[in-house]
């Protein structure tokens, strides 16, 4: 059964850090693209970036609205999804997915892990 | 970018035939998905590449369309099916999600 396990959300200031995690089972993690994309409370979706495949080099592309601030980054050997995001704003205010992609669609998506950036 | 547009919200009573459209700014051919979002939860895949039924989803969903107008029928409606129904291309780059239908069950 493929699993997606987002944590590390949280509260955090304006200008601060934060790193999420999201934890991949139940399938060949190498063998695909995964996407963080986030939602705004009653707003649609939004992709943020993402890594490609071991058969793509694990190279990854961003949204240019998060560019420069965000990271994105995989560990194979512990099946392990990353987003850094630095410099965080009060409009990254957001629920925050993993999901994995299958031919340019999201074909599972963790249960989310909300982000609340705010003073 | 390829803007979707959807309507706000539908109202409709069980066993119904519902439709959602999804048109596109531009053409993205084949390439539109459609998901289910039920209030706290994750999006969940009903519909890929305009027409194709995901594993395990009803057979009353169902998806037509190409080029810019698309289309998620759920014939008949249940109470179950109450959610927000979001559409995404991946035929442009970026890829972009619609502003999503609320449907509402009577």
């Known amino acids: 059964e493929v699993k997606l396990l987002e944590s590390g959300g949280g509260l955090v200031q304006p200008g601060g850090s934060m790193r999420l995690s999201c934890a991949a089972s139940g399938f060949t993690f190498t063998d695909f693209y995964m996407y963080w994309i986030r939602q705004p409370a009653g707003k649609a979706p939004e992709w943020l970036g993402f890594i490609r495949n071991k058969a793509n080099g694990y190279t990854t592309e961003y949204n240019p609205s998060v560019k420069g601030r965000f990271t994105i980054s995989r560990d194979n050997t512990q099946n392990m999804l990353y987003l850094q995001m630095n410099t965080l704003r009060a409009e990254d205010t957001a629920t925050y997915y993993c999901a994995r992609e299958v031919v340019t669609y999201f074909d599972y998506w963790g249960q989310g892990v909300m982000v609340s950036v705010s003073s | 970018d390829t803007v979707l547009t959807q309507s706000p919200a539908l109202a409709v009573s069980p066993g119904e035939r519902v439709t959602i459209s999804c048109r596109a700014s531009?053409?993205?051919?084949?390439?539109m998905h459609w998901y289910q979002q039920k209030p706290g939860q994750q999006p969940t895949l009903l519909i890929y590449?305009?027409?194709n039924l995901e594993s395990g989803v009803p057979a009353r969903f169902s998806g037509s369309g190409s080029g810019t107008d698309f289309t998620l029928t759920i014939d008949p409606v249940e109470a179950d099916d109450t959610a927000t129904y979001y559409c995404q291309q991946s035929w442009n780059d970026p890829l972009t999600f619609g502003s999503g239908t609320r449907l509402e069950i009577k």
């Open positions: 590449l305009a027409s």
């Open positions: 531009e053409s993205v051919s084949a390439l």
